[in-house]
């Protein structure tokens, strides 16, 4: 059984900071250290997309929305993935999940991340 569990999401105000973890078991990820990994968010009304990516090399990703203000990082030791989110904006709010980067798998139930003021 694979499991993702992604925490950290909150109400924050525009220029605000957040940092996103997500934690992954089951036997699928028992060498964690070799899968590329990614946060995804889904805004409502929209589409998936993807945000940032993570190979197992630690080379980085963004999508143009995201360079500049996020940054993906991973612990193979624990098992985790993060997503440090600096200088948010209300078009971040959206419900963040992480998996794996181009073949994603079961979806977790994501984090909600909300950018008001």
């Known amino acids: 059984q694979k499991r993702l569990v992604e925490s950290g999401g909150g109400l924050v105000q525009p220029g605000g900071s957040l940092r996103l973890s997500c934690l992954v078991s089951?036997?699928?990820?028992?060498?964690?250290?070799?899968?590329?990994m990614a946060w995804y968010r889904q805004a409502p009304g929209k589409q998936r997309e993807l945000v940032a990516g993570?190979?197992?090399?630690?080379?980085?990703t963004y999508t143009d929305s995201a360079k500049g203000r996020f940054t993906i990082s991973r612990d193979n030791s624990k098992k985790k993935v993060f997503l440090q989110m600096n200088n948010l904006k209300p078009e971040d709010t959206a419900v963040y999940y992480c998996?794996?980067?181009?073949?994603?798998?079961?979806w977790g139930q994501g984090t909600q991340v909300t950018v008001s003021s």
């Open positions: 998996n794996v980067l181009q073949s994603p798998l079961d």
């Open positions: 089951g036997s699928i990820f028992s060498v964690f250290s070799g899968y590329n």
């Open positions: 993570i190979d197992t090399g630690r080379t980085t």
